[in-house]
């Protein structure tokens, strides 16, 4: 299947397209660059270097390489962001996606893989989450993802598309090629891996959460197994939005993923506690049932230290990211 990638040279998106060209996919990326890396990118894939809101561009790209389904990763991703420029988020992953939906139908491509996330969610009533649970974002982030979906809920019966939304919980790890190095940084194994890379002290945003260590709790996913519902998501044909979340069901709190990474690394940390961010949430664990039982998904790297340590290989090979 030919599938175009939006922001496929990202750190999510290149691992995608690491897997779809191994189960013998052809990918295309669509990426702007601004937070890509194209030596993300094995040298024989091809890449347009484009806006997401550059509808024409975008049409072009997919009748260039007559593209059958696409699998829309592109959007800004930092929720304490999101929370001083709002409008830039609305603009960004909304209009963006405006744009990607228009281009799929003037273009006659019927399948849509959208990147989504837990933080549709907000602070959960009940542990693991499930797809049918209350939503109620906390931050602009997590609102501007459920507002996509939702334009997707009428849009794809209306035209006949097969969309699935993939409600992305923590990604993490690496694989031997490709791992997560964003600028700025704010998701925390990676920042850990740094801090104990350069032996600083490692920054921990509330320590007052109602959890069993008083600091917040998330389901990690290993960024393989993320790609892996991706490629399942294709082989569905029913038109229609259908939505799953893309997590183990198992939470570790920030001090956990600490302790690990100290274990991993064999290095102590010093820790440097602040207060809560807004727009975080407390917990996060899903329920990841709906997508086992229909799809056949099941993570291969359901514990947290196999997913620091793949992290951990990947920082140690690439001590200066993507430059070198």
């Not at 397209?17 to 937070?35: F, N």
């Not at 740094?194 to 290993?222: C, E, L, M, S």
Request: hydrophobic share 40%.
């Amino acid at each position: 299947m030919q599938v175009l990638v939006t922001g496929g040279a990202g750190f999510i998106g290149s691992v995608i397209v690491e897997e779809l060209a191994r189960a013998g996919h052809t990918p295309v990326v669509y990426d702007s660059l601004v937070k890509g890396h194209v030596s993300a990118l094995q040298p024989d894939v091809p890449m347009v270097n484009g806006d997401m809101r550059d509808t024409d561009r975008l049409k072009a790209a997919l009748r260039s390489y007559e593209i059958e389904a696409v699998i829309h990763m592109a959007g800004l991703i930092e929720v304490g962001l999101s929370v001083t420029n709002p409008d830039r988020f609305f603009e960004n992953n909304v209009g963006g996606s405006m744009s990607v939906l228009r281009a799929i139908l003037d273009t006659g491509v019927k399948k849509l893989v959208f990147s989504s996330t837990a933080a549709v969610y907000g602070d959960p009533v009940s542990l693991p989450i499930t797809e049918d649970a209350p939503l109620q974002p906390t931050n602009p982030y997590g609102e501007s993802k459920l507002m996509v979906e939702r334009i997707l809920g009428w849009a794809a019966p209306a035209h006949g598309l097969t969309c699935t939304a993939l409600r992305y919980f923590n990604a993490a790890g690496a694989t031997s090629r490709n791992g997560e190095m964003h600028d700025p940084e704010t998701h925390l194994i990676p920042l850990v891996l740094k801090a104990a890379q350069d032996d600083q002290a490692v920054t921990i945003f509330g320590t007052d959460y109602p959890t069993n260590d008083g600091t917040a709790v998330r389901d990690y996913v290993h960024v393989m197994d993320l790609a892996s519902a991706h490629l399942l998501a294709l082989a569905r044909v029913e038109a229609g939005l259908r939505i799953y979340n893309v997590g183990t069901g198992t939470g570790y709190s920030v001090q956990q993923v600490v302790e690990t990474t100290e274990r991993v690394t064999g290095k102590p940390l010093a820790i440097d506690k602040r207060p809560r961010r807004p727009g975080d949430q407390v917990a996060t664990v899903a329920s990841s049932d709906r997508i086992r039982a229909e799809l056949g998904w099941k993570p291969r790297f359901g514990d947290l230290h196999s997913i620091i340590a793949s992290a951990w290989d990947w920082f140690r090979d690439h001590p200066h990211g993507y430059a070198g």
